[in-house]
């Protein structure tokens, strides 16, 4: 027995350790300083500028900036950390660096909707005193720097912004007997279209919606949120409290329900590793018609066959229910970051700085499509020559945006939940929409959540 | 005098007991601890965590997606572990056993090609098994069912417990059958043979001797399998992540995905604790049935 109970022991002591895994050495300070910059010539020391990257744009800009920031400040050093992984696996590690406060970068690169949970943490400094100093900071339009702003602070400084549109192939449509210029004016029309398709194009997925925890954040920015906001209601009130059940929402769940209760949607979605790159992959070549996703992915098709996507993959806003004004979500798309135990966060400011120049904002969102942060940036020759960027800048006029709410993350994995019940037919809308307000409560706490 | 007795076993055992101390029970007791507090990667509650007692198992328990999430992990050790890498690796233990008495060359092919699918890092299995179950690009439908003329099947939506057991079981098999064949080769042929002169038939042979033979190892290696087949969940993150829905969630992933996709550390430790308590169960069931038995 005490050969068994010593194995026993062990083991289970193994199977805990995966919480332990994160333990924090020490917790990070919540109060970060906001010391004044000092003159940007004659900056020294060393920073590391980590950031994830499996596209393949960012890395050159990124060196070129180091290498600028270290010929102008000739005792600088600017160490650059590469993580060829996704944002999904780069994020859990960069937390676990942040809060056990070993090998913590000086700057990172991240989505700016994490403002809210990195701020609340004390992981990151604001950078106020470095933007009110900082000439160019007039570049950026009001409501971008509303958008990195949190609790009166401003965060984070973005450069290419998010947007999403609702893409469709010409060639398909035109199969199933529609215009080859369809434009949905309501919602409905997208489950026509797609009920057109399944019944008279072969080999060809109708249309792709995002559900379930394999999805990530598009189940909740691609999908749920637009179609909360499509059927005339919010997932979140105005002063910061999440909507758990209300007549939208059991729509947008109903909504789900019928798309894939027809078929309309792939099932595989729900258990698909990164579901989105077979999506993406799949309207690029023409065996998926409609796809609800973000407005970079446009690119990678581009890259591929300019003229054949250009010729076959048109763009729309999101409809709503009742053929109201068309929109979409905006995001404030990756930014960087300055983490609160920077050690040298003048210099850290200095890359940042370097690295959002107009030029290099024009460039890498040509290569990388999305609007411009900066509006000097859009002025670009190359930029405004490119219509696609040009009517993805103007999406941003119709854009609705998610608040920087410090719990995303928790709410994201109750989104991703009532999604996937729902579109596997394990809940009825209503009984998902029951299900969603209490897994935000337990997850958000119940003074946080409204009914309606 | 005791510990005089025994100062080189002591003085032998100390290094391992302090390396096994800070590597297992100090994170068992600092997750046993997190788990009352609510803890957090991101947040306020990053910064300034609190100890908020049994809040977290209170939440747990009242949560519906736990109770499946139980149901899928029992349905996931009994299928894959018990019924499975047990069943299988057992029965190729036998079939190996029996073709290695008698020289056939097939048997160290059918060893090496069981071992190689263990010795596979476990994401690199659940990928190959990707490559397989995958709608849109996988080989079992644009291989096998193509060929026959049939048309793709949703392998992982339309039977994902299955899906996963069988790639589990595909992984895991090995190391039971490595077990049972060192097992098999302590009886000594001449109990067979005497049984043999006594008229045993082979039904009799096995169930008279060679059953008997292995008892003691089958508790050992039940244990085993079910507390690592508990504890993964690599296979199935590779799979399906949990989906559809919650169709294949097991109770070690749960915990992952509350830990580091929630980035809730103080109720994924809760979940984690659970964890620990079933394991413990199924080792005192295990242990009491093979002390009944022997």
């Known amino acids: ?5 010593r194995r026993t022991f062990l083991k289970v002591a193994a ?30 020391g060393t920073i590391t500028v980590s950031y994830p990257d499996e596209l393949g744009v960012k890395p050159k800009y990124v060196d070129q900036a180091a290498k600028t920031v270290q010929s102008n400040n000739s005792g600088a050093t600017v160490k650059v950390d590469l993580q060829k992984i996704s944002d999904d696996l780069y994020y859990p590690k960069l937390l676990l660096a942040l809060q056990s406060g070993t090998d913590v970068p000086d700057v990172f690169h991240f989505g700016g909707d994490s403002i809210g949970e ?25 409501s971008i720097k509303k958008g990195a702003t949190y609790k009166g602070k401003v965060w984070a400084i973005p450069y290419g912004m998010d947007t999403r549109w609702l893409y469709f192939r010409r060639d398909d449509l035109q199969k199933a007997g529609l215009a080859a210029d369809w434009t949905p004016t309501k919602l409905d029309d997208v489950v026509a279209a797609a009920t057109a398709v399944k019944s008279k194009v072969t080999n060809v997925l109708p249309y792709a919606l995002y559900a379930g925890q394999a999805a990530s954040d598009g189940a909740r920015d691609h999908a749920f949120v637009p179609l909360v ?23 947008a769940l109903a909504y789900y329900q019928k798309v894939y209760g027809q078929g309309l949607s792939p099932k595989e979605i729900l258990t698909t590793t990164k579901p989105w790159t077979a999506m993406r992959a799949k309207l690029g070549d ?26 076959n993959v048109g763009y729309v806003l999101h409809p709503t229910e009742t053929s109201g004004p068309s929109f979409t979500i905006g995001g404030l798309g990756t930014c960087w970051y300055i983490t609160a135990k920077s050690k040298n966060k003048d ?106 | 005098m005791v510990v005089a007795r025994n100062s080189a076993y002591l003085i032998g055992l100390t290094p391992a007991a302090l390396l096994l101390s800070l590597f297992f029970v100090g994170p068992a007791l600092w997750a046993a601890y997190s788990s009352l507090t609510n803890l957090a990667l991101v947040g306020i509650d990053a910064a300034n965590p609190r100890f908020i007692g049994l809040d977290n198992y209170a939440r747990l328990f009242s949560d519906p997606d736990f109770w499946q999430v139980i149901r899928n992990s029992v349905t996931f050790v009994v299928g894959s572990a018990v019924i499975g890498q047990f069943g299988l690796g057992l029965g190729l233990a036998l079939l190996i056993d029996h073709a290695e008495r008698r020289r056939w060359w097939f048997a160290t092919v059918a060893y090496a090609a069981v071992l190689l699918a263990w010795v596979n890092p476990t994401l690199i299995a659940g990928f190959l098994w990707v490559a397989m179950y995958d709608f849109f690009f996988g080989s079992l439908n644009h291989v096998f069912l193509s060929a026959l003329g049939l048309p793709p099947v949703d392998w992982l939506g339309s039977f994902p417990m299955p899906a996963v057991i069988v ?31 006594d008229g045993a038939g082979t039904w009799r042979r096995f169930w008279d001797h060679t059953i008997p033979s292995l008892r003691p190892i089958v508790a050992l290696t039940l244990l085993s399998i079910t507390m690592s087949t508990f504890g993964t969940f690599i296979v199935i993150q590779a799979l399906t992540n949990g989906g559809p829905g919650i169709a294949t969630e097991v109770i070690a992933l749960y915990a992952f995905d509350s830990a580091f ?21 199924f080792a005192v069931v295990y242990l009491r049935w093979s002390r009944a038995r022997a």
């Open chain 1, 1 to 5: 027995m005490s050969a068994y109970s």
């Open chain 1, 118 to 142: 990195l701020a609340d943490a004390g992981y990151i400094e604001p950078l106020d005193n470095y933007v009110n100093a900082w000439a160019d900071w007039k570049q950026y339009p009001d």
């Open chain 1, 286 to 311: 023409g065996s998926l018609a409609l796809l609800f996703e973000g407005g970079w992915v446009y690119g990678g098709w581009q890259s591929k066959d300019k003229s054949g996507t250009e010729k």
């Open chain 1, 347 to 452: 210099l850290a400011w200095e890359f940042i700085k370097t690295w959002n120049n107009k030029d290099t904002v024009a460039k890498i969102n040509i290569e990388d499509p999305h609007p411009v942060a900066r509006s000097d940036s859009a002025d670009v020759a190359e930029f405004k020559a490119q219509q696609y960027l040009v009517d993805s800048t103007k999406s941003l006029e119709k854009a609705r945006f998610l608040p920087p709410d410090p719990n995303l993350s928790k709410i994201t994995t109750a989104i991703q939940k009532a999604t996937g019940r729902v579109a596997n037919g394990d809940s009825s809308a209503d009984d998902a929409a029951k299900q969603y307000s209490a897994d935000l409560k337990q997850a958000i706490g119940a003074d946080k959540v409204v009914e309606q």
């Open chain 1, 15 to 44: 199977a805990t350790g995966i919480a332990v895994a994160c333990s924090p050495a020490a917790q990070p300070s919540a109060t970060p300083s906001s010391g004044a910059p000092s003159q940007a010539k004659g900056l020294t």
């Open chain 2, 167 to 197: 790639a589990n079981v595909w992984r895991g098999t090995a190391f039971t059958m490595i077990i049972f064949l060192g097992a098999l080769k302590t009886i000594p042929p001449d109990i067979y043979e005497a049984a043999r002169i």
């Open chain 2, 261 to 281: 996709k929630s980035f809730s550390i103080g109720y994924g430790s809760a979940i984690a604790a659970v964890m620990l308590a079933l394991n413990l169960v």
């Open chain 1, 229 to 251: 906001w499509a059927y005339g209601g919010d997932v979140v009130t105005s002063d910061g409290k999440w909507i758990g059940n209300s007549a939208a929402i059991r729509k």
